[in-house]
Nanobody, 115 residues
């Protein structure tokens, strides 16, 4: 059974930082391109960043490029999202999944940025 457990969200002032963590289980983690997604109230879920199976290649949405960094630790089946220079528009529930979004979604972690 595939499971994602996201953590690290919270309330932060604009300009602040957070580090999100996603622990995955029940899947061949080290073979899969992983990603972080987010969903703001009233909006569709969107792709934020992805990272190749070996961690050597990353991609970012234009809205977060230069501020967010995605990394992974295959030994721990964990993917991270370092978020710096946060803006109010980054407020959303953040989820991890395979880049293909092929697996059931976890509960996500709420990030709220106050301006």
């Amino acid at each position: 059974q595939v499971q994602f457990v996201e953590s690290g969200g919270g309330l932060v002032q604009a300009g602040g930082s957070l580090r999100l963590t996603c622990e995955a289980s029940g899947m061949p983690f080290s073979l899969i391109t992983m990603a972080w997604f987010r969903q703001a109230p009233g909006k569709q879920r969107e792709l934020v960043a992805d990272i190749s199976s070996g961690g050597g290649s990353t991609n970012y949405a234009d809205s977060v490029k230069g501020r967010f960094t995605i990394t992974r630790d295959n030994a721990k089946n964990t993917v991270y999202l370092q978020m710096n220079s946060l803006k109010s528009e980054d407020t959303a529930v953040y989820y991890c999944n395979a880049r293909s979004a092929a697996y059931p979604w976890g509960r996500g972690t709420q990030v709220t940025v106050s301006s």
